[in-house]
């Protein structure tokens, strides 16, 4: 079993910047490859974007590739997602996952922390 937790949400003016984490614990967490998904009000959730365990391979959506960035340190088996250039749209709640070899980028995942509010105002 692996236990995710995010941290790092709030409430930030369009343009800003946030920087997000996951803090792994239960099993060797830097063996885990690891994403980040989001979820806005009345939306599907989607992917937004992953590490591999070594940190070598990054996987962006569309959305996040020229705004976000992911990374991770595992002697602190925490994975952060640095978002910039912040937009309305981006208001969604924020969760991070982990499996122990991704398929694919956008999943399937085994684990599931319980998300952490991002709202960006205009």
């Known amino acids: 079993q692996v236990q995710l937790v995010e941290s790092g949400g709030g409430l930030v003016q369009a343009g800003g910047s946030l920087r997000l984490s996951c803090t792994a614990s239960?099993?060797?967490?830097?063996?885990?490859?690891m994403g980040w998904f989001r979820q806005a009000p009345g939306k599907e959730r989607e992917f937004v974007c992953a590490?591999?365990?070594?940190?070598?391979?990054?996987y962006y959506s569309n959305t996040a590739k020229d705004r976000f960035a992911i990374a991770r340190d595992n002697v602190k088996s925490t994975v952060y997602l640095q978002m910039n250039s912040l937009k309305p749209e981006d208001t969604a709640v924020y969760y991070c996952?982990?499996?122990?070899?991704?398929?694919?980028?956008?999943?399937?995942?085994?684990?599931w922390g319980q998300g952490t509010q991002v709202t960006v105002s205009s």
């Open positions: 590490i591999t365990s070594n940190g070598v391979k990054r």
């Open positions: 239960g099993r060797t967490a830097s063996d885990y490859d």
């Open positions: 996952a982990a499996v122990r070899e991704l398929v694919q980028a956008w999943g399937p995942y085994d684990y």
